[in-house]
């Protein structure tokens, strides 16, 4: 597969037909069609449904365009890397969850676009299993986890702080009067947990004997939605604490789980991808901020 061809096939999906991406690509509309059959005979696959004025993938052309789509921001970000030189330039993409790190990643995104105005930077929030896959696939190029495995295919730096768990709540909610939670305080309360490996597992280890008085209504993928159930009193949310429910107008409460063990959060990236000047630099940055954090 030739990238010039994938882009092709991307931007008729983007344009919804066959003209319209004609039009961005500047070349001819049976240019585009032989080069989509060409893509197909290849792969020994149908990409699109034919029949319809606006088109629509199959299966296979789904898939496709998903890998596509990474496939030529990767080529895009190392050509930008190459073609900078001596310039810091491209595109540095981090992926974190939401907890009190993301302050010190955007003080050094700041030195970033202060000290290199070519330079851009991006905060992907998301979990910590699409973290890994999406360092694995080369989409982004550092990532941010809070857990106690080990992972020795990836490169790590620790952070020093340590998150806890506990549970948000509005914060007029009966158990915002406890400065800690103990198991039996969850008995009878409805929880959201976080759409990622071992959170259930984790709460329920702690929760211990009262399990079966703990009702585990929902999931949530990101923070924004995460708050929305929340107000609305869907249920608490099992989460790590971050510096928004600590402000005086914060319409969310966090409460610890007691006795709770406290989580370390890994700066994570593959080993032995070559990197581009930003990922070093920035890279560099952390590594000094984390290191004067400690004395």
Same mark, same amino acid.
């Given at each position: ?12 999906? *983007? ?12 070349? /001819?509309? @049976?240019?585009? /069609? ?29 898939? &496709?365009? @998903? ?24 595109? &540095? ?11 010190? %990643? ?10 290199? +105005? ?8 998301? #979990?910590?299993? !699409? ?13 941010? %986890? ?13 952070? +020093? ?14 158990? #915002?009067? $406890? ?13 959201? &947990? ?17 399990? @079966? *008085? ?6 949530? !993928? ?20 971050? +510096? !928004? ?6 319409? &969310? ?12 959060? $890994? ?16 890279? #560099? ?11």
């Amino acid at each position: 597969m030739e990238l010039r061809v994938l882009r092709y096939f991307v931007t008729i999906v *983007q344009e919804g037909n066959i003209s319209g991406a004609a039009n961005v690509l500047h070349v /001819s509309q @049976s240019t585009l /069609s032989r080069q989509i059959q060409d893509l197909e005979s290849e792969l020994a696959t149908t990409l699109f449904t034919r029949g319809s004025r606006r088109i629509k993938l199959t299966a296979d052309g789904q898939f &496709l365009y @998903s890998r596509a789509e990474e496939m030529l921001q990767l080529a895009d970000s190392t050509r930008h890397a190459i073609n900078a030189q001596d310039i810091v330039s491209g595109d &540095l993409i981090i992926g974190a969850g939401e907890n009190f790190t993301s302050a010190l %990643i955007a003080q050094i995104f700041r030195q970033i676009v202060t000290a290199y +105005p070519k330079a851009k930077v991006h905060l992907v929030s998301t #979990t910590g299993d !699409d973290v890994r896959a999406g360092i694995d696939k080369g989409t982004l190029d550092f990532g941010i %986890i809070t857990t106690e495995a080990d992972f020795p295919e990836y490169a790590q730096l620790q952070f +020093p702080q340590k998150d806890a768990w506990g549970l948000v709540m509005p914060a007029k909610h009966e158990l #915002t009067q $406890k400065k800690a939670l103990e198991p039996v305080d969850l008995a009878g309360h409805r929880i959201l &947990l976080a759409r990622q490996a071992d959170v259930e597992r984790t709460l329920r280890q702690w929760v211990g004997a009262y399990q @079966s *008085q703990v009702q585990i209504v929902g999931t949530y !993928d990101m923070y924004y939605s995460m708050h929305v159930l929340v107000r609305n009193r869907v249920g608490l949310a099992f989460s790590f604490d971050k +510096p !928004d429910y600590h402000q005086p107008d914060s319409q &969310l409460v966090f409460r610890p789980l007691a006795q709770m063990k406290r989580f370390s959060s $890994k700066l994570i990236w593959k080993h032995g991808r070559p990197s581009s000047r930003l990922a070093e630099i920035f890279l #560099t940055k952390m590594n000094n901020a984390i290191n004067n954090g400690r004395h």
